[in-house]
Structure formats: structure tokens, C-alpha cells
């Protein structure tokens, strides 16, 4: 560079620092504000549409006879129709149940008792198979029953047998069923229907990507607000729970560590989204995952679950989520 090119930019240099400083310190605060720290709006739509679902039902065994000889398989059964209200009750869901309805009479003269077993595979070794329930049948009866009433066990315990069973088998989609009796002759207990029922669920997942600032260099400067926003509308004739969970997409979720919405929603009533946010820590939770999202480049996994008594019918209109926030942008030129 000659002499005179650098005596120019010298004077150019010294000619903008006399300009700004003559401008005063106001300029100089307005210029940053309007170049260097830009306001950031997102928004990331979850769902929209109907959740209508009815109870989930398996049948494990109908029009057998039980035998008192050997445990008896009578039926292979798989899991899939049940993974909703699966997922729900592993997220910590308490009023989404499993439970036993059935029919089943004693033909013989004595009183017989039977069991019921869950297994992995037709052969099962002993430490395999899984009692679920048993109960006492009266000579002569016909014993009906829903909400696994009139077991050995109460209704708590047979989920919880259930439920032990699948966790030690997490990647058996399939389970076999087996019958066994006591107490009477070979075939004198008759199962009209055994049926394994869960609560009415209905479960959406989805990732909510990384927020990307924008094509330039640009850093998060701060996260204005977070927020949500939708409607929630019950058409259906029982209460339904809209749970919503965000979590990362290496964490196990559950509904005390990651719950951002849980609202109960009435017959006919309809709820805005935001009025359902859990206190206090509901945004914050979810503040803190936007953070990771727009920072960090990290994927949030998002999981919504409705669950009701009696079929869910909620009509979820425009659920989303809203993010304002401030972002530096460093290579602006003054």
C-alpha cells in the first residue's frame, strides 16, 4: 500500500470517529439497537385436528376350556393396538389403566379355582411365565367380571402383574397366554371371554426441530417470551386430560421432569392452550429446551395425551409453540 493510500484511509478513519463522537452517545446506542441486536419471532406448529379413540381391547382367549392337568397355552397375542395407553401409563399417566373383563362358569360339582399366565414364547421355563390373576370359582357358577373385580389380587396388583410382564420383555410384541385350573376335572371351567382393556387414549409425537437464527452470523442475545397458544375443545360426554410433555431426544420423559401442559377439560367446555400450562414451572421447563434448540442446534422430542373414561372426542384447534426472542448479528457493517 503507498504512503498516500495509507494517509487516506488514516484520515478516513479519524473522520468517522469525529462524526460518531460528534453524533454523541445516543447514536451510537441507536445504531446498535437497529443493527446489531434484531428480534427474532418463531413458531412450530404440533398438532391440529380430531383425537377421536375408544377403549383399547385385546382379546386373549374366547370359547376355551381350562385344564387342570398342565398350564395350558390358549392364545398368542400381540401388543401394537395397546402401545398408546402403554406409552401413557410408562409416562406416568395414573388415570390410564389396564384391566381384565371376562366370563367364565364352572360346570363341575366343586369348587375349582383358575390362573392366568403370561409367557414369552409356547414352552416357557419356570422363571418365564407371569401370573397375572387367579380367583375362586363356586361349583356351578358363571363369574362375569370388569375392572379386574373378584381376583385373588386386587385390581392394582393384576396391572402391575401385567405391567411387570411387558418390562421384562420390552421387545416381545407378541405374548402367549396360558390357562390353568385346580380343584375340578379337566375342562369343567369354560371361558366364555377373557379381554385385556386400557383406558381410552389417544398419543401424537412429534420432534420439534432446532431453530435456525438465520443466514448470517448471528447469536442469541436473549429469549423474550415462550409461550403457547391453541384450543382445546371436549366434544366427547366424558372428562378428558390433555397432557403435553417436551423433553430432549436422549431423555426418558415422564410427567414429573418434563410436563408442560395438564389441563382436565369437561363435556362440551372448550379451554385455550395456555391456559392449561402447568404452575410455575410449566414455561419455565419449556424455556429451557428453546435455549437448547436455537444454542445448541438440539432436537426436542414433544409427546401430546389425551385420555378419557369413556372414548376421547377433544378437537385440538392450532396448537403451536411461540418464541420471541433477541439475536446479535455480528457482521453488520456501519
Known amino acids: 500500500m503507498t504512503n498516500a493510500s495509507k494517509i487516506k484511509n488514516s484520515m478516513l478513519a479519524a473522520l468517522l470517529v469525529l462524526v460518531i463522537a460528534g453524533a454523541g452517545c445516543d447514536f451510537i446506542e441507536d445504531q446498535i439497537d437497529n443493527y446489531t441486536v434484531k428480534e427474532f419471532d418463531y413458531s412450530s406448529s404440533f398438532y391440529s385436528g380430531d383425537t377421536g379413540q375408544g377403549a383399547a381391547v385385546l382379546k386373549l382367549v374366547e370359547n376355551t376350556t381350562i385344564s387342570s392337568l398342565n398350564v395350558q397355552e390358549v ?16 409416562l406416568g399417566l395414573e388415570n390410564v389403566t389396564l384391566e381384565l373383563v371376562g366370563s367364565i362358569q364352572n360346570n363341575s360339582d366343586n369348587e375349582g379355582r383358575a390362573y392366568i399366565f403370561f409367557a414369552p414364547n409356547e414352552e416357557p421355563a419356570e422363571n418365564e411365565s407371569q401370573l397375572i390373576g387367579s380367583f375362586a370359582i363356586g361349583a356351578g357358577e358363571k363369574f362375569a367380571f370388569s375392572g379386574s373385580e373378584g381376583f385373588d389380587q386386587t385390581p392394582e396388583e393384576v396391572e402391575e402383574n401385567i405391567l411387570n410382564y411387558i418390562l421384562n420383555y420390552p421387545s416381545r410384541e407378541v405374548f402367549h397366554v396360558f390357562l390353568y385350573s385346580e380343584g375340578v ?52 360426554s366424558f372428562p378428558a386430560r390433555v397432557v403435553w410433555m417436551v423433553g430432549g431426544s436422549d431423555e426418558e420423559l415422564n410427567i414429573e421432569d418434563h410436563v408442560i401442559i395438564d389441563a382436565w377439560v369437561e363435556p362440551g367446555d372448550s379451554i385455550l392452550a395456555e391456559s392449561g400450562l402447568v404452575a410455575p414451572q410449566g414455561l419455565k421447563t419449556l424455556k429451557g429446551y428453546v435455549k437448547d434448540m436455537m444454542e445448541d442446534a438440539r432436537s426436542v422430542e414433544g409427546k401430546m395425551i389425551i385420555t378419557s373414561d369413556g372414548g376421547v372426542q377433544v378437537n385440538i384447534e392450532s396448537f403451536k409453540v411461540e418464541v420471541i426472542a433477541e439475536v446479535n448479528v455480528y457482521d453488520v457493517n456501519f
Do not use: C, H, W
Not at 392364545?75 to 410408562?90: H, K
Open 185 to 236: 376335572y379337566t375342562e369343567s371351567i369354560a371361558v366364555n371371554y377373557l379381554n385385556l382393556s386400557a383406558s381410552p387414549t389417544f398419543l401424537r409425537e412429534k420432534a420439534l426441530p432446532p431453530i435456525a437464527l438465520g443466514s448470517k452470523k448471528q447469536k442469541l442475545e436473549d429469549i423474550v417470551s415462550v409461550g403457547v397458544s391453541g384450543r382445546f375443545t371436549n366434544e366427547g
Open 75 to 90: 392364545n398368542r397375542v400381540a401388543l401394537s393396538n395397546m402401545q398408546d395407553p402403554l406409552s401413557a401409563i410408562f
